[in-house]
């Protein structure tokens, strides 16, 4: 057996769904093949504090550090090609790199899926799972991504951007234009978070008001969208880099009036349909706009692409791009993997070879220039 890579998967972080992250990063751990990697667990607090070791995971759940628990820093110079150790009393030498092959970043949320910490990997120059810098902040806010979405013509609800000042300045205001332009039911959603956290559903001025300063406590963008009645909820993984391939569909029944953060995590009462019951011409409509949404935010590795499909009349609406998407082995991304002939262990390591593959493609070009 040749040498193996060091793989640092990376979860934590400072984000509301700093949970969440731990519940996928748990997974990869257990099912990351051992043969071909070997894993380095990086923990990130929510105060932001990098720690590395065995324990980590034990250490952000309980708070229990053991002593092979270290706080580590990530420089932003590619000579360095790992982690520095933080030690107190003295300054950082290179003996104390912990050198990292490639990172696995599972992060949802700010900080995490959102360009930071895949602009601090393209400082370092060190290869990593998933999207880039660009796809990434895209894809995590939601007003950029819907307009991206709309100028490459992909169909989407209409929606209208809040700002938390605007909403905190003119609240009555802010009322009226949503009802004259939107009308109810409307979703009202944080533009930068994930996983349904501060989202609500408003079916009356008083609900809307209450939906409004749920989403401020959580962003400085408010996304606010018409409410597609009498929608199927389709979700599709997309897996690549410039050849990106598209997975059978799924669809989710959830257990609330919607798919909140409740229906996600908590009650486990949702239906998840795999594969999705749909006529074979909406299937390929699906599959192929999630292609085109993977390509039009210029996305890397893996991504889940949620739509609408109205019933009757079958009206196919992309809902959102996820760089990051839930990575248990029960959530969506892998399930509709597994279902299209890739194991979750097998769908790990593709990630990480693809990681490998677009790192080697960055570095081929130059980054000098002479006229001559």
């Excluded at 982690?83 to 009393?89: A, D, E, F, K």
């Excluded at 895209?138 to 013509?153: L, N, S």
């Excluded at 809040?162 to 003119?170: A, D, F, G, L």
């Excluded at 692409?305 to 009757?312: I, K, W």
Aim: net charge negative; hydrophobic share 40%; glycine share 8%.
């Amino acid at each position: 057996m040749g040498k193996r890579l060091r793989v640092g998967v990376v979860f934590g972080g400072r984000s509301g769904e700093h949970e969440v992250s731990l519940m996928s990063a748990v997974s990869v751990l257990e099912a990351i093949d051992p043969d071909r990697f070997e894993v380095l667990e990086i923990g990130i607090t929510k105060e932001g504090h990098w720690l590395a070791g065995p324990g980590v995971m034990e250490f952000l759940k309980t708070g229990s550090r053991g002593e092979k628990v270290q706080p580590v820093g990530l420089l932003a110079d590619p000579s360095f090609k790992g982690l520095v150790q933080v030690r107190q009393g003295g300054p950082m030498s290179r003996d104390a790199v912990i050198p990292v092959d490639v990172f696995f970043p599972v992060l949802h949320g700010p900080y995490g899926e959102d360009g930071t910490i895949q602009g601090l990997f393209e400082m370092a120059n060190l290869p990593y799972v998933g999207a880039g810098v660009m796809a990434s902040s895209v894809g995590m806010d939601k007003a950029v991504m819907k307009a991206v979405f709309r100028d490459c013509g992909l169909p989407v609800v209409d929606y209208v951007v809040i700002k938390r000042k605007e909403w905190e300045n003119n609240p009555q205001l802010v009322v009226k234009q949503l009802e004259d332009r939107l009308g109810y039911p409307c979703f009202v959603k944080p533009v930068n978070l994930g996983s349904s956290v501060g989202i609500t559903k408003a079916h009356s001025p008083s609900e809307l008001e209450k939906a409004l300063e749920v989403a401020a406590r959580y962003d400085r963008k408010i996304l606010v969208e018409k409410a597609v009645e009498q929608a199927r909820e389709i979700e599709c993984s997309v897996l690549g880099n410039d050849e990106p391939q598209a997975s059978i569909l799924g669809e989710i029944v959830p257990c609330n009036e919607f798919y909140d953060y409740r229906a996600k995590y908590v009650d486990g009462d949702s239906e998840l349909i795999i594969p999705a019951p749909l006529q074979p011409e909406v299937e390929r409509q699906v599959r192929q706009l999630a292609v085109k949404a993977f390509q039009a935010v210029d996305c890397a590795g893996m991504a889940r692409v949620d739509f609408f499909v109205t019933r009757g009349d079958n009206r196919v609406i992309v809902n959102e791009i996820n760089t990051i998407p839930g990575f248990t082995e029960i959530s969506m991304y892998p399930k509709l993997w597994e279902a299209s002939g890739i194991s979750y262990r097998e769908l790990i390591t593709r990630l990480i070879d693809l990681a490998l593959e677009r790192y080697r493609d960055k570095n081929r070009s130059q980054t000098s220039y002479s006229a001559e």
